[in-house]
């Protein structure tokens, strides 16, 4: 009986390694691979019904990065990052549009940082290993502990430890949104050439995001946020079909984030009331305190409901 407890027990260590792969080990890993990874690809975002292709090249040369992602579905979009400046460019609305994102955003914003310090608010958990796109793929699940922000399933390529696909789910466990790889080659030798975007750039209108005073004081504070969200920006930007800039917050779990765009409307235009959706991104707007609030993410309705109906003027917090 001794040597049968002891060939289990041997076996239970040998099993052992296999079943403790740990999710957030490898969400470190996919962080790691997507600050370092110089890369060519293309892929597939669908939501809402709709699928849009994509290419990406992606070019990290003396810890500098360039990006740049092409919507291959016909409408002409770009998007061109060199390290924490990306220009967005709109053809079918003669647009382009200049803002600052954090330096170590990747895939343009296709993917939130799972890097970061989000680990309170959600589970992780290694879920298994499936075939994917390059080979074998460690499956990691973040599940959300409240009704607050959505989950994440990846697909973690074992040997480049890239993500080659990803699933955005609702609070009911419902797929809103899938990035699925088709193609992904590793080259080293990108050149500068491969970010000039396939426009005439002259003929493009151009908004620039205003930058935020050193020090300064954020003009509005939210009197109510979801837990574990955090104010993360807050200043000046100036948006297409306004004339003076708008107040600028955003909100963040760690993964999740929320922006808010703060206005007075024009004399005699009507107020915004009401949620809307585009894609995976919903926008709820509302009047607070004779201003158009306008807040935007990837979260569920009612985190932006919350959000928006809590901020006050700066000035006024102490009212209350």
């Known amino acids: 009986m001794k040597a049968l407890r002891l060939i289990a027990a041997c076996m239970l260590l040998i099993a052992l390694p296999a079943a ?19 890369y060519v690809g293309e892929f597939v975002c669908e939501s809402a019904g709709r699928a849009e292709r994509l290419g990406i090249t992606h070019r990290v040369r003396d810890g500098a990065v360039a990006e740049r992602l092409v919507s291959l579905s016909g409408n002409g979009r770009e998007l061109v990052r060199q390290d924490d400046e990306v220009v967005v460019y709109l053809p079918d609305q003669k647009l382009a549009i200049i803002e600052r994102r954090p330096a170590k955003s990747d895939l343009l914003g296709a993917l939130p940082q799972f890097g970061g ?122 948006m297409a079909g306004t004339s003076a800039p708008v107040s600028h917050l955003v909100f963040s779990d760690g993964l999740a984030s929320v922006s808010v765009f703060i206005e007075t409307p024009k004399p005699g235009t009507a107020p915004v009331f009401g949620s809307g959706r585009s894609g995976v991104a919903s926008a709820f707007s509302t009047m607070v305190q004779g201003h158009q609030v306008t807040a935007v993410g990837e979260v569920p309705p009612g985190t932006l409901r919350y959000i928006a109906t809590g901020l006050r003027p700066a000035t006024a917090e102490h009212d209350h």
């Open 20 to 38: 403790a792969e740990d999710g957030q080990e490898w969400l470190n890993r996919m962080a790691g691979a997507l600050e370092d990874a110089s």
């Open 117 to 238: 310090e989000f680990a309170p608010w959600y589970d992780v958990s290694y879920v298994g290993r499936e075939a994917a796109l390059l080979g074998p793929a460690a499956v990691v699940a973040v599940r959300p502990r409240d009704g607050y922000r959505f989950g994440y399933r990846l697909w973690i390529d074992e040997k480049t430890r890239l993500p080659v696909r990803s699933e955005l789910s609702d609070s009911a466990g419902r797929v809103i949104e899938r990035l699925r790889f088709t193609r992904l080659e590793f080259v080293d030798d990108i050149t500068d050439a491969a970010f000039e975007p396939a426009l005439d750039r002259s003929k493009l209108r151009w908004v620039r995001q205003s930058p935020q005073a050193v020090g300064a004081a954020p003009a509005w504070r939210a009197a109510q946020v979801p837990p574990g969200f955090r104010l993360s920006v807050s200043g000046l930007q100036a």
